[in-house]
């Protein structure tokens, strides 16, 4: 009998590898299917246990077609690639005392008299987060780095410590004050550093959200292909309650809307500039509930700085934040009563009225009418 330590075979770390993502039957144990990967000549990777998932590793030329048709499995579906993108990357900039536009276009500053998140447990599922930046770092809770365990979730890429830098910066010195100054910010990486992630990490970082109870999930990201798999994750985290707000997508398209902000359990969210029009690269059409400012928005970067980025992952973050003030005063308000706060108190988008523009602080003065206060 091999011991525990036993390591992987040379030959098995040469050969070319996929991954699977393996759906269980309900109620089936997870060790069965561990025990017959292995027979198969696979490796088990990951239990997801709240979304019913095992990830394995097999290799290419393996018999991973006995995966069909066993007793255990209702379903598997292979790992891709999902790559974050954004049309517009600014230069790092120079600390400049001013609130961005965007906060002060959904008029979040006036509604921080009456709420800022207090405690909201905000999952930022991206490239991880610069715990470090003086914007973020009292708000910073921890979190996990999906992509190697080991280590913490530090940002080595930009665009989660942005992103992170709208929902809740607190830096008046820097200019960097987010939607929600006192939520609880939590990494959760599973993009590397290229801005790029595998979907068994994207389950997994789900999979982590669930099992540490978070509030809501900022989703900054999307697929043009849909996955049943991603579905299923986002159902299951749906189910548990937790607000979950993703992107349109930067590809211009109306009528093509990335996954999963098109899935009905989300909040879908596109992007406009500082003329209330709807941002040229935004993707439009079903699935997009809301609109946010998303063009040439200042925020944290890297190494303590600040940086403009556009993107409906810029947006994204402005309702994120909002859901978390909304959150802060009614926590049993369910993610479905939340988006119809977001929508009925919105704006109509300049030139466009499909579409409704966020306002953090109408979304407050509505939800204090339903509970019976008057907010001026």
């Not at 987060?129 to 890429?157: C, E, L, W």
């Not at 789900?206 to 991603?230: P, Q, T, Y």
């Not at 926590?331 to 939340?338: A, G, H, K, R, V």
Request: with cysteine; charged share 20%; glycine share 10%.
């Amino acid at each position: 009998m091999l011991p525990d330590w036993f390591p992987v075979p040379p030959m098995y770390n040469r050969r070319p590898k996929v991954r699977k993502i393996i759906h269980l039957r309900q109620k089936r144990n997870p060790q069965d299917c561990i025990q017959q990967i292995s027979r198969w000549g696979g490796r088990p990777l990951r239990i997801l246990p709240h979304l019913g998932v095992v990830i394995g590793e097999f290799m290419q030329s393996g018999n991973s077609y006995s995966l069909d048709g066993h007793p255990d499995i209702a379903h598997w579906e292979p790992d891709i690639q999902v790559t974050l993108s954004y049309p517009y990357v600014g230069e790092i900039s120079q600390s400049n005392a001013s609130i961005p536009w965007g906060i002060q276009t959904v008029e979040a500053p006036k509604a921080w008299r009456y709420t800022k998140g207090r405690g909201v447990k905000v999952a930022v599922i991206d490239t991880g987060i610069a715990n470090d930046h003086a914007a973020v770092q009292r708000n910073y809770k921890g979190g996990v780095n999906i992509i190697s365990p080991m280590f913490t979730p530090y940002d080595y890429n930009g665009h989660g410590t942005h992103v992170a830098g709208i929902i809740a910066g607190r830096s008046q010195e820097l200019g960097i004050i987010g939607v929600a100054p006192r939520v609880h910010l939590y990494a959760v990486k599973a993009f590397n550093r290229r801005g790029s992630a595998s979907l068994s990490d994207l389950l997994s970082a789900i999979n982590w959200c669930i099992e540490n109870r978070m509030d809501m999930i900022n989703m900054s990201f999307g697929m043009v292909k849909v996955s049943d798999s991603l579905q299923q994750a986002i159902q299951t985290a749906h189910r548990r309650k937790i607000v979950m707000v993703a992107a349109s997508g930067n590809q211009g398209s109306n009528g093509s809307v990335d996954f999963p902000a098109r899935f009905n359990e989300t909040i879908g969210v596109t992007a406009t500039g500082k003329d209330g029009k709807l941002a040229s690269f935004s993707n439009t059409g079903q699935g997009v509930d809301l609109a946010a400012p998303g063009d040439k928005i200042k925020s944290a970067w890297l190494n303590g700085a600040t940086r403009e980025m556009s993107g409906t992952s810029m947006a994204v973050p402005h309702v994120t934040g909002t859901a978390a003030l909304l959150f802060y005063l009614r926590q049993d308000l369910s993610p479905d009563q939340i988006r119809q706060l977001l929508v009925q108190s919105g704006m109509t988008v300049n030139g466009n009225d499909q579409y409704r523009r966020l306002n953090s602080y109408r979304s407050v003065q509505m939800l204090a009418r339903y509970m019976g206060r008057f907010i001026p």
